[in-house]
Structures are given as structure tokens and as C-alpha cells.
């Protein structure tokens, strides 16, 4: 469901809600870190400071730092401003909801869902519990522990 991108930005704005909010991570510091392209993680940066999720610093310490405290990012902003606006009228109607058809009822419906879930949850929430703690079955590492266990690490330490 979600994206490659989204991943990404989520993973990178957990990590930077663990550091001190003052300093600033180069796009390239936070890809070597959660092990991403650095060109792409620059990519996911760009986006996120679009949207003042993320605020960025020019210059020889500038880099990026949280726009916002974890309680005020939700996965919708991350999402949205990601991927854009997730859409949910397909058959762009401005007709009452009582003569749409099947297909558009069923798409607002999993509309309002999916948003209403990303809309509830935050970075904040996310940082309660930032990685599992224990490896899934089959072996499959949480998506949020990221290749060098960064997150994990927070995550025991607090």
C-alpha cells in the first residue's frame, strides 16, 4: 500500500525525531545511515521540505531537521506530499452520493478508510514503537529497523 518513497520518508523522519531538533542531517549523512541511494533519499528530502514537514538550512551545516514536532506529522502529509493527494473520486462526479455508481461507492469508501487511518497516525505514534522487536516469521525484518538497525537502537534505548 505504501510506496517506495513513502517508506523512505517515513524511515528518514523517525530517525530525525530521535536527534536533537537543532542539528541539521544532510540528505547524503541520512542515506548512508538508513542505507538508501543518496540521490533518491535528496529526492524524498525535497518533497517533505516542499511540504514544511521537513525545514532545510543551506550552507556547510545546513542539511534538514523536522518542520514539526512528531505529534503534528501525520502519514496523510508524509503520503500526500510524497505521492499527492490521495484520490478517491474516480468518476468525478459533483452528483449526489445517492445515484453514484458501484465502482465510485466503493472507491470512496476505501477513500475515506485509507485516509482516515493515515490521517490518525503520526510520527509520534510511530516513535512509541519504532521497530519490532523481535524478527517475523520467516525471517523478515520490520521495514522500519532499517539495513543498519538504526531505529532498533532508538528504540532500546528509550
Known amino acids: 500500500m505504501l510506496g517506495k518513497t513513502s517508506i523512505a520518508a517515513i524511515r528518514s523522519l523517525l530517525f530525525l525525531a530521535g536527534q536533537d531538533s537543532t542539528l541539521c542531517w544532510s540528505p547524503r549523512r541520512l542515506a548512508e545511515i538508513l542505507d538508501e541511494s543518496p540521490t533518491y533519499l535528496a529526492k524524498v528530502a525535497r518533497h517533505l521540505v516542499k511540504h514544511r514537514i521537513l525545514e532545510a538550512e543551506k550552507g556547510a551545516k545546513g542539511g ?73 516469521v520467516g525471517g523478515v525484518t520490520c521495514l522500519m529497523a532499517g539495513a543498519k538497525g538504526v531505529l532498533a537502537r532508538m528504540e532500546a534505548r528509550g
Not at 474516480?90 to 493515515?118: D, K, Q, W
Not at 509520534?124 to 514503537?129: F, H, I, S, V
Open 64 to 136: 534538514v531537521r523536522l518542520g514539526r514536532r512528531p505529534e503534528e506529522i501525520t502519514l496523510l502529509a508524509v503520503v500526500e506530499a510524497c505521492h499527492g493527494p490521495v484520490v478517491g473520486d474516480y468518476c468525478r462526479s459533483a452528483r449526489p452520493s445517492s445515484t453514484h455508481c458501484n465502482f465510485h461507492r466503493a472507491a470512496m469508501e476505501l477513500h475515506e478508510a485509507i485516509t482516515g487511518v493515515l490521517g490518525r497516525w503520526t510520527v509520534a505514534d510511530l516513535l512509541e514503537r519504532p521497530a519490532a522487536l523481535h524478527e517475523a
